[in-house]
């Protein structure tokens, strides 16, 4: 049982920060790319 939840969070929160990453990325290079215009 114990297992089994520390699975499901550990896939949870892998998922979460890929997200946010993904987020950041994109938020990233948009900021850049405003930069430079």
Do not use: C, E, I, P
């Amino acid at each position: 049982m114990v297992q089994a939840l520390v699975v499901g969070m550990g896939s949870f929160g892998l998922m979460v920060a890929a997200a946010g990453g993904v987020l950041w990325h994109t938020a990233r290079n948009r900021r850049d790319l405003d930069h430079k215009r």
